[in-house]
């Protein structure tokens, strides 16, 4: 499996800014994933990064509040704009797995707290 | 529209205890099945995987799994559960059709170990 890397891992941010969260595996992929975890819930898909390409979003998740760069095969950014503290959630970056496509892997997370 | 059931909010075995954690899924084609564990403060791990062949599935860290078509389930199980296994599991599902399809989440099953 890939080896994927969130920065930051934690951070407190105030009402209103807004926050870049990076993403590195240690290896080229097509595609890469967000998702998010908010408190006590599951896992929900924000949108899927493919390098030269717009992000695709899923239904509830726009490009205004959720913008993602993929500049090239091995790195990604997402950036939670205008928070609030309902945004407070962990934000996990996964990458399908290179021989068969179908098992998704995630990095550590990155866990945000709005005040 | 696939989906995931986990009926079991939360758990709670002693240490040294079989365990059985319920998944039940939908999905309108044969599906790729996931068992994935959250250990506190930590991003997701796959604990094992079904695609194909034979329904009993071994995974990571003693645990399996087995896939019951007839019933749309997938159950992970533990002979004997260790205090370190405390964590929130997720059982999720995807498509099998060839390349990356999209991954649903359950609402996931908290494990408490006591003792």
């Known amino acids: 499996s890939a080896v994927i890397s969130q920065k930051p891992s934690r951070d407190i941010c105030q009402r209103g800014t807004s926050l870049t969260i990076q993403c590195q595996v240690d290896s080229q992929v097509t595609m890469m994933f967000w998702y998010r975890q908010q408190p006590g819930q599951s896992l929900t898909l924000i949108a899927t990064a493919n390098q030269g390409s717009e992000a695709t979003y899923e239904s509830g998740f726009v490009i205004d509040k959720f913008p993602i760069s993929r500049p090239n095969l091995t790195f990604s950014t997402l950036t939670v704009s205008n928070m609030s503290p309902e945004d407070s959630s962990i934000y996990l970056c996964?990458?399908?797995?290179?021989?068969?496509?179908?098992?998704?892997?995630f990095g550590e997370g990155s866990w945000l707290t709005v005040v | 529209a696939q989906s995931v059931t986990q009926p079991d909010i939360h758990i709670t075995v002693s240490e040294g205890a079989s365990l059985e954690l319920r998944c039940n899924y939908s999905?309108?084609?044969?599906?790729?099945l996931f068992w994935y564990v959250q250990s506190p403060g930590q991003g997701l791990q796959l604990l094992l995987k079904y695609f194909s062949g034979d329904t009993l599935v071994q995974g990571i860290k003693g645990f399996e799994a087995e896939f019951k078509r007839s019933q749309s389930s997938f159950n992970l199980r533990k002979p004997s559960v260790h205090w370190s296994d405390a964590a929130e599991y997720f059982c999720a599902v995807g498509g099998a059709t060839g390349g990356y399809q999209k991954v649903t989440f359950g609402t996931g099953t908290k494990l408490q170990v006591i003792p």
């Open positions: 996964s990458v399908p797995d290179r021989t068969s496509g179908n098992t998704i892997y």
């Open positions: 999905y309108g084609a044969t599906p790729y």
